[in-house]
């Protein structure tokens, strides 16, 4: 499509998508009326119907389905992407809590097994202090 007062030059799927709305715009407002319909006797109802969906296809970036769905999956995998990023970024937070615990775990038997040690200890010495008093 081209339109030359304008220069707005058309490639590739949008002169498609405006000749396909236009159809389906014309046989839904008129039908079956097309078919007795003199040349041109449409042209003064239908004309402004045909300037609005130029002015959509000419200015809305929303006019080629195409390039808004790639945008919109662009979005997704963005999105997708930031959040696999995200667990990632959990899971080495979770070994990190999984090392911490394995060693506090471990730092755990050893305090019990050095206050047991003490312990005994202690009580050899009170055995031993109550044996000679």
């Known amino acids: ?7 707005v030059y058309f490639t590739g799927r949008i002169p498609f998508s405006f000749l ?4 389906q715009r ?4 008129y039908g079956r009326a097309v078919l007795s319909a003199q040349a041109y006797g449409m042209n003064d109802e ?7 969906q130029m002015e959509y296809y000419s200015n809305d970036p929303n006019a080629d389905r195409m390039n808004r769905l790639k945008g919109e999956m662009s979005q997704v995998r963005n999105v997708m992407i930031q ?3 995200k667990v990632l970024e959990r899971g080495d937070r979770l070994e990190s ?3 911490k615990t394995a060693t506090m775990q471990n730092n755990t038997f050893r305090f019990k097994k050095q206050s047991r040690r003490f312990r005994n200890t202690m009580w050899w010495q009170n ?3 109550m044996y000679f008093l």
């Open 97 to 99: 809590l999984v090392d």
């Open 127 to 129: 055995v031993k202090l």
């Open 46 to 52: 239908f004309s402004r119907v045909l300037s609005q």
């Open 20 to 23: 396909e709305d236009i159809h």
């Open 26 to 29: 014309f046989v839904r407002t």
């Open 83 to 85: 959040n696999i990023d």
């Open 1 to 7: 499509m081209c339109n030359i007062g304008n220069t």
